[in-house]
């Protein structure tokens, strides 16, 4: 089984802070991506990176950046946390890529204070 | 942006009763994912339809494919408390790479 693992179910910062988010999958997967969730507005992508030390953005990158240093881990880095980047964050891998099939982890819900 | 629509937003039931979740789109897909999510956890997939026409079952789950590939629809015959959890359906357009077009999903509720 696919496992996709984040470094933290929950969390809770502080306005202006820098804020580390870890995604680690055990399957050798290219694909990883970072999502947010909130109630009326559904899955929305973040980022995303197809190889080591390649990303790309997604729909609402704008505050948000990320790191891919291994293959197996993506980071998604807040670099000055504010109160409209509460939300939950879901981490993704790509399983297939003829089907397009998503492994997410169990999703860290981040309240920014 | 593709769009996915989903429908119904909100649904509750009594348990026994059957329902269908639906989702639409303009655009063509390549493949179809239907997802779970559970409060406070990740999506988990269900299933993946990839033909037009295509008709999947999982135990009381019967997912459906549009023969045009712009549709899909979930049904579940006599829905149990346990199937409780937000649906999420989700698509592959091929112009999009690896990138996935998801519905805003529908949330389930089934009474005892």
């Known amino acids: 089984d696919v496992k996709v693992t984040q470094s933290s179910r929950y969390l809770v910062k502080r306005t202006g802070e820098k804020v580390f988010l870890e995604c680690v999958q055990d399957m050798d997967h290219e694909n990883m991506f970072w999502y947010r969730q909130d109630p009326g507005l559904g899955l929305r992508l973040i980022y995303f990176?197809?190889?080591?030390?390649?990303?790309e953005k997604g729909d609402i990158p704008e505050g948000y950046s990320v790191s891919r240093e291994k293959k197996e881990r993506f980071s998604l880095i807040l670099e000055s946390a504010s109160t409209n980047q509460t939300s939950m964050y879901l981490c993704a891998s790509l399983g297939d890529r003829v089907t397009y099939e998503q492994y997410f982890g169990p999703g860290t819900r981040l309240t920014v204070t | 942006t593709q769009l996915l629509e989903q429908s119904p937003q909100f649904l509750s039931i009594q348990e026994g009763e059957n329902l269908t979740v639906y989702c639409n789109s303009s655009s063509v897909f390549s493949s179809l994912q239907w997802y779970r999510q559970e409060p406070g956890e990740g999506p988990v997939l269900l299933v993946t339809?990839?033909?037009?026409?295509e008709v999947k079952k999982l135990k009381r789950l019967t997912f459906q494919f549009g023969d045009a590939r712009k549709d899909s629809s979930l049904h579940i015959t006599a829905a149990q408390p346990g199937d409780t959890g937000l649906y999420l359906c989700a698509g592959a357009v091929e112009t999009s790479g690896s990138r996935l077009t998801f519905g805003e999903g529908t949330q389930l509720t089934v009474n005892p």
């Open positions: 990176s197809y190889d080591v030390k390649m990303k």
């Open positions: 339809v990839v033909t037009g026409g």
